[in-house]
Nanobody, 115 residues
Framework: QVRLVESGGGLVEAGGSLRLSCTFSGRAFNDYYMAWFRQAPENERELVAGIRWTGTAPFYDHSVKGRFLISRDNGKNTVYLQMNDLKPEDTAVYYC????????WGQGTQVTVSS
């Protein structure tokens, strides 16, 4: 059974930065495509960024391209989301997602950006 534990959320002013971390355990990390989703109140959960085990050609939603950076450390079984130039519309609960033979979700971490 895969377990995902997120950390790094919080309250930040617009223009600030945060780094989210997600630690993976329970299976072979390299077998999983890792991604970050977010869900704002009354909105559907949306894909923010994703990365293969090789780290090449990461995906970014257009709303975060150029501001967010997804990376993974396969030696530490961890995926990161560096968020820069944060905007109030980035406020949401951010979820770590692992997709392989099955799909798993973390518990979510709140990111709040004040204007």
């Amino acid at each position: 059974q895969v377990r995902l534990v997120e950390s790094g959320g919080g309250l930040v002013e617009a223009g600030g930065s945060l780094r989210l971390s997600c630690t993976f355990s329970g299976r072979a990390f390299n077998d999983y495509y890792m991604a970050w989703f977010r869900q704002a109140p009354e909105n559907e959960r949306e894909l923010v960024a994703g990365i293969r085990w090789t780290g090449t050609a990461p995906f970014y939603d257009h709303s975060v391209k150029g501001r967010f950076l997804i990376s993974r450390d396969n030696g530490k079984n961890t995926v990161y989301l560096q968020m820069n130039d944060l905007k109030p519309e980035d406020t949401a609960v951010y979820y770590c997602n692992a997709r392989g033979e099955n799909t798993y979700w973390g518990q979510g971490t709140q990111v709040t950006v004040s204007s």
